[in-house]
């Protein structure tokens, strides 16, 4: 059986005092490939039955720092090296040109900032934009643990997501907060595994805190949404917000990003036909009598979007954000009116706590605001017949018993 052998060689040179580069050489069935390395060092500083950096003795301060941080990425690099060839050697079928592409791939996204940078890229360019904020906020969150000293995809053991556990609660925030950034990170290594540029650790978040632990909820009663419904609102910014939120509730709990962005190509065959920005998953609304008056309102021939709230043709992050932080503070100006804390999530919570009440099952709830977990990831290949969840949102809207009539007390 053929193995391959891993070697870090120095380049040869007349001078010992002159800085050679490093490689890594590979041999496998008479076959030799390098891997140049992005260090130099001089004879003097290179034990090569070690395979190992020397410091002399004598060094200058800086130099001798700068061989030490040599030393300590060299191990890494060497690790790196043997991970990918042993996945390699468990294929059983494989050349040395693989392993080098491994290599050089893995090297170009071995930091986890150069990495997780990838990700938010390829986040943003596919319409993903929230997860793309998380995967920043949660990496922004580490390098502050880290003091701003980034690390290797494969340093990341227990020991130190337990450390990151500890700093995040010494902060001061909250458990629900500390298992986001926890589980953010986890997902962030599970797809550095998959991808196959670190292995699998075992156990590594199996002890940090990464549930979720019940809040106070964010829904508001029925009650409130037909109070807030016959709001007489003497200000058109307050009634924008507030017939945005009723739109939200009354197609389901849209998401605040979805509801900003829709527009009139959305609208097809009395329906809202979009696709979730956050899980990429394509949703289907039936247009009810309330939320096409609503729309009505906001009618305007000059704009592709369905309510005003963004202005450009393909708005920024900040352009969207901004809207996001005006809508917030004119809901909490709204809440105070009915007696009741509201924001962006407040309709898409209440939704489904009123369906809930009105006896839909937690399935077709599930099904109906289009949550992805594990046991719904399955949802958009197997449900495509959206009759159910629009009667369920009829029910909801406009009572069990009456398909057209208005929720009572609400005027429009």
Excluded at 57 to 70: A, F
Excluded at 220 to 237: D, M, N, Y
Excluded at 333 to 358: C, I, M, Q
Excluded at 359 to 387: D, F, P, Q, W
Aim: overall charge positive; some cysteine.
């Amino acid at each position: 059986m053929y193995t391959v052998s891993v070697k870090i060689k120095r380049g040869i040179s007349v001078s010992e005092e002159k800085r050679m580069p490093l490689y890594v050489q590979l041999i496998y069935r008479r076959e030799t490939r390098k891997i140049r390395l992005p260090y130099r060092v001089s004879a003097g500083e290179w034990i090569s039955e070690r395979e190992e950096v020397h410091i002399p003795s004598g060094s200058e301060g800086e130099r001798s720092e700068e061989l030490r941080g040599i030393r300590e990425r060299l191990v890494r690099d060497c690790r790196t090296v043997r991970q990918v060839v042993c996945l390699m050697e468990k294929k059983k079928v494989f050349t040395l040109d693989e392993i080098v592409a491994a290599c050089k791939e893995r090297f170009t996204v071995s930091n986890l900032t150069k990495y997780v940078e990838k990700l938010i890229g390829e986040l943003f360019a596919g319409g993903k934009d929230q997860t793309a904020r998380h995967y920043r906020s949660t990496l922004n969150s580490f390098l502050r643990f880290r003091q701003g000293s980034d690390l290797r995809l494969d340093e990341l053991d227990p020991v130190l997501v337990k450390e990151y556990e500890s700093y995040l609660f010494g902060t001061g925030l909250c458990a629900n907060t500390v298992s986001f950034y926890l589980r953010v990170l986890r997902s962030i290594l599970n797809r550095a595994v998959r991808e196959g540029l670190v292995e699998a650790v075992p156990m590594l978040f199996s002890h940090v805190h990464t549930r979720i632990e019940k809040t106070r909820k964010r829904a508001v009663e029925e009650k409130v949404i037909l109070e807030l419904a016959t709001l007489q609102l003497s200000s058109p910014g307050l009634a924008l917000s507030r017939d945005l939120f009723l739109f939200s509730y009354y197609a389901r709990g849209m998401a605040f990003v979805d509801l900003a962005h829709l527009r009139r190509e959305n609208i097809r065959g009395g329906k809202i036909v979009y696709i979730r920005r956050k899980t990429g998953q394509e949703l289907q609304i039936q247009l009810l009598p309330v939320m096409k008056q609503l729309l009505s309102r906001y009618r305007d021939a000059s704009s592709p979007y369905l309510f005003p709230v963004l202005k450009s043709a393909t708005p920024s992050r900040k352009e969207y954000e901004s809207a996001l932080r005006l809508q917030n503070k004119r809901l909490k100006r709204l809440g105070s009116l009915v007696g009741s804390d509201l924001s962006t999530y407040t309709a898409r919570h209440s939704w489904a706590s009123v369906a809930l009440e009105k006896g839909i099952s937690e399935e077709l709830i599930s099904k109906g605001m289009g949550h992805e977990s594990v046991k719904t990831t399955r949802i958009y290949i197997a449900y495509r017949n959206t009759s159910q969840i629009d009667r369920a949102n009829e029910i909801v809207i406009l009572g069990r018993n009456c398909k057209s009539r208005l929720p009572r007390g609400v005027v429009l």
